[in-house]
């Protein structure tokens, strides 16, 4: 598979606009992607908010099992990491992330108060592309109130957005000008915060099927028959024939394939999946 790499010019920019609205507010919650929490941590985010109080938000938890996300909570406590676990679609974890803020400014808060100072706490949410940022704002609102989409890149500007005693400043999505590891640019691109347009999804997927025959092979035998010691060209000729995608003259159709396990796996068809 090609060396993966994407880093628009239009994340500069937003790396700039962040830089300079960090003097507006209190804090910062960086969402990141249950399935590939490590993969979706930008570190050039981390350097820009080392000054800040962050709250890590581990969204889309209800894509994974509930010791996975206990865990990976628990590895970035490790790391002297706060960290919470999240699925938008779940009001009990989205109230939990809501005390989780004003707990992680407690102390910004009481002084406030004790200055006579009454006003919103202000919280930056950033991340890399497609985590779930503007979702996650949109559940702590309770309506649709930012720009959402289930493709990298929606949010292009800042948007503040207000909720009881919280102002939230919606960020684009920013990817690290470059990539540590392979490994971890393959699973941002399988869980969708990649651009589609510039991947070849016949190569990922076969990177994908690679990896899950490794890690969850009980998985692909229930999902897609599956069994060990397949060949990646085995296992898409045995979804083609299942799926039928066949093409005239019976020749198994790759690039449908290709494309329905991609789809199956960012919509947890598969199975509760963490990649790293």
């Not at 709250?55 to 406590?77: G, P, Q, R």
Request: proline share 3%.
């Amino acid at each position: 598979m090609e060396h993966l790499q994407w880093f628009p010019g239009h994340m500069t920019a937003a790396m700039r606009m962040m830089e300079e609205s960090l003097k507006l507010v209190d804090g910062v919650l960086v969402v990141l992607d249950a399935r590939c929490p490590h993969a979706s941590v930008n570190k050039k985010l981390g350097n820009l908010f080392k000054d800040k109080k962050v709250l890590y938000v581990i969204n889309k938890c209800d894509l994974i099992e509930k010791k996975d996300a206990l865990k990976t909570v628990s590895d970035f406590k490790s790391e002297g990491i706060t960290a919470v676990s999240v699925s938008a679609t779940d009001k009990k974890t989205v109230d939990a992330l809501y005390s989780a803020v004003f707990e992680l400014l407690k102390e910004k808060i009481e002084k406030n108060k004790a200055k006579g100072v009454n006003k919103p706490v202000r919280i930056m949410v950033a991340g890399i592309p497609n985590t779930g940022k503007s979702t996650i704002i949109n559940a702590l609102v309770g309506g649709r109130k930012t720009v959402t989409g289930n493709k990298a890149g929606v949010t292009r500007g800042k948007q503040w957005v207000r909720i009881r005693d919280l102002e939230l400043l919606d960020t684009p999505g920013t990817m690290p000008p470059a990539f540590e590891s392979q490994t971890f640019a393959k699973h941002l691109a399988y869980v969708g915060c990649m651009n589609d347009a510039n991947i070849d999804f016949n190569d990922l997927s076969a990177e994908l099927l690679k990896e899950l025959s490794e890690k969850y092979p009980e998985l692909l035998k229930e999902k897609y028959g599956i069994t060990e010691g397949e060949s990646v060209t085995e296992m898409f000729d045995g979804i083609c024939k299942i799926r039928g995608f066949i093409k005239k003259g019976g020749i198994f159709d790759y690039d449908r394939c290709s494309t329905a396990i991609i789809d199956d796996f960012r919509k947890g068809r598969i199975g509760k999946i963490v990649l790293d």
